[in-house]
């Protein structure tokens, strides 16, 4: 009962966190060219397990409805089901990958975590914004779901990649969870 109970705890923080990140940072949260400040949370799941997909994934689907109705009136079913998809399925192979290992390995399922993302959220983004065949980037012509996941890239590694694998470690070392 004790670790039903904790993980549920785990998944309702995780979800709730979540989902007021990027609703608060709603501006930075967004569009083709984001940085997903909340983002910073998915290599928890490398500490936490599958209670952190799960509750990462809820706080996504809520946030992108949220956010949808603030900021363009209406909520995508693309954007709630992908994202929370990309989320857990980011959050599980992190887990899959980091959990028995260093700090090199856990930092490998930190990029697994920016390459799932930001291929799922970069393609159907470009679909659902309905963003130009090309799109010119500093005098650069991109085709244009190629500028979308690069933008999307870009942001997942500041997110995920720094500020989440330097949390992921504090809170590693926080909890005093030891290296297998």
């Known amino acids: ?5 904790r993980s549920l705890a785990v998944s309702s923080i995780l979800a709730s966190l979540y989902a007021i990140l ?9 569009l083709p060219f984001q940085v997903r400040i909340a983002d910073a949370l998915l290599p928890l799941s490398i500490v936490f397990g599958i209670p952190a997909a799960y509750g990462l994934s ?10 949808g109705l603030m900021l363009f009136g209406g909520a995508s079913i693309i954007d709630v089901t992908g ?16 959990r028995q290992g260093g700090v090199k390995r856990r930092f490998v399922a930190s990029l697994v975590q920016t390459a799932v993302i930001t291929l799922i ?5 470009w679909v659902l914004v309905g ?20 933008g999307v890239a870009i942001g997942s590694v500041i997110a995920i990649n720094v ?6 470690e504090a809170v590693r070392r926080t909890l005093y969870v030891t290296d297998k």
């Open 163 to 168: 500020l989440g694998f330097a949390l992921e």
């Open 58 to 67: 809820i706080g996504c689907a809520v946030a992108n409805y949220a956010g």
């Open 131 to 150: 963003m130009p065949g090309t799109y010119d980037i500093f005098g650069l012509e991109l085709p244009g779901l190629f500028a979308v996941i690069v």
């Open 121 to 125: 959220v970069g393609s159907y983004l």
């Open 1 to 5: 009962m004790k670790s039903r109970t």
């Open 22 to 30: 990027v609703v608060t940072l709603a501006p930075f949260s967004f």
């Open 83 to 98: 994202g929370a998809i990309a989320n857990f399925l980011a959050c599980y192979l992190a887990w899959l990958i980091g």
